[in-house]
């Protein structure tokens, strides 16, 4: 039977547009298994260690290195958004002073779990120096309540007690270490840092109903500094950064939505086709 020529074009455009249809729509499946994300941030927290610079990598090519230059003391970063897996975590001096420091370097491990979030922070003094991974829990309190805990880096105080709003939350929380999480009443409070019966540290802390807090207590020029960050916010956001995925690895999460649209644009497509062909066919009978 003789079939016109633009039929006949028509017929192998169609095919095509299905096999690549067919393609996508398989590559899609890997991109919406690979979105499984969990969280790492990273802290310097060693009150007489100079300045850092940490990588941050995967052990299996998920992310390429990422570099921060030059951390000082009380610097604590974003979380970084990171595909579930295992990343290493290495911390070198910025400035070394010596062929030893040069050459000395920290390193840790942390295994990233779906939805989980950890603090990779050096901790301690300079001549005991080492790396913590510490677990953070961002999942939010009930209604009309708040989260916190106490992130304790201050050497010149090492032990210590806080309060809030005249109501005290914390108390001996010794130098490097983690409290765990308290749950508050949320509003704007005095919060009160300092140690058992001496001079304390003060400052005006809102916390917001549904948020989830961590108190980074650190020695400032003047005394005791302490900062107030927000872990998670009663709308479900974590702050932080994306990080790049690395070649042959994960792809970054819009990636599986992108996918998944041009398959139905190609289907589509192919349908209009295979109606032109039905419509023609028709019209030859």
Not at 206 to 227: T, W
Not at 235 to 249: F, L
Not at 260 to 276: N, P
Request: charged fraction near 15%; aromatic fraction near 4%; charge should be positive.
């Amino acid at each position: 039977m003789f079939v016109p020529p633009i039929r006949r074009r028509l017929g192998i455009l169609a095919a095509g547009l299905l096999a690549i249809a067919g393609l996508s729509v398989v590559d899609a499946a890997p991109s919406q298994a690979a979105a499984a994300h969990g969280y790492v941030r990273l802290a310097h927290l060693s009150p007489d260690t100079p300045d850092v610079d940490v990588h941050l990598s995967s052990l299996t090519g998920l992310i390429h290195e990422k570099v921060f230059p030059g951390v000082g003391y009380g610097v604590v970063s974003a979380y970084q958004s990171l595909p579930v897996g295992t990343y290493a975590v290495a911390m070198r001096f910025s400035k070394p002073k010596s062929p030893a420091e040069a050459q000395a370097r920290l390193t840790t491990q942390v295994t990233v779990g779906a939805g989980q979030a950890y603090t990779v922070a050096g901790v301690g003094q300079h001549v005991n120096l080492g790396l913590q991974v510490i677990r953070d829990d961002l999942r939010l309190p009930g209604a009309a309540r708040a989260k916190i805990r106490i992130i304790q880096a201050s050497i010149k105080q090492p032990v210590l007690d806080v309060s809030l709003g005249g109501t005290q939350i914390a108390s001996g929380v010794q130098f490097a270490t983690t409290t765990a999480y308290r749950v508050v009443d949320p509003g704007t409070w005095q919060l009160r840092v300092g140690p058992a019966g001496g001079p304390a540290t003060t400052l005006s802390a809102q916390v917001a109903s549904g948020n989830v807090y961590s108190l980074i207590v650190l020695d400032g020029p003047h005394g005791l500094q302490a900062e107030l960050r927000a872990d998670a916010e009663r709308n479900g956001a974590i702050p932080g950064d994306g990080v790049e995925t690395g070649a042959g690895g994960t792809a970054p999460l819009p990636a599986a939505p992108a996918v998944a649209g041009g398959s139905l644009l190609v289907l589509v497509a192919a349908g209009l086709v295979f109606w032109r062909l039905r419509r023609g066919r028709t019209r030859t009978v």
